[in-house]
């Protein structure tokens, strides 16, 4: 590969990106694509593109898919017990 990182070109392998040509096709289905990839991570991410770029390729830059929305906290439920009728009717 074009870096000298043994376990991120190691992962590339796995997966069959043996190119530069398939590493740029992967990183078209974005970051998030590649960064599925197990034992490449961030900071391989970011090194393989410094590097890329350093070589004169283009990089593509596609947008991840926006994360979902948070679901809002539950509000803390309070469960205090009412006293109960039966309690003075046993008379």
């Known amino acids: 590969m074009i870096w000298n990182f043994p376990p991120a070109t190691d992962a590339l ?11 740029l096709a992967k990183l078209g289905e974005g970051n998030a694509a590649v960064l599925e ?15 890329l770029r350093a070589l004169g390729f283009e990089v593509p830059e596609v947008p991840d898919a926006p994360k ?13 017990e009412a006293p109960t009728e039966e309690a003075g009717a046993a008379e």
């Open 13 to 23: 392998k796995k997966v069959g990106i043996l190119s530069i040509g398939q590493m």
């Open 37 to 51: 990839i197990a034992g490449f991570g961030q900071s391989s991410l970011t090194a393989a593109k410094k590097k």
């Open 68 to 80: 979902p929305p948070k679901a809002p906290k539950a509000a803390a439920v309070e469960t205090t």
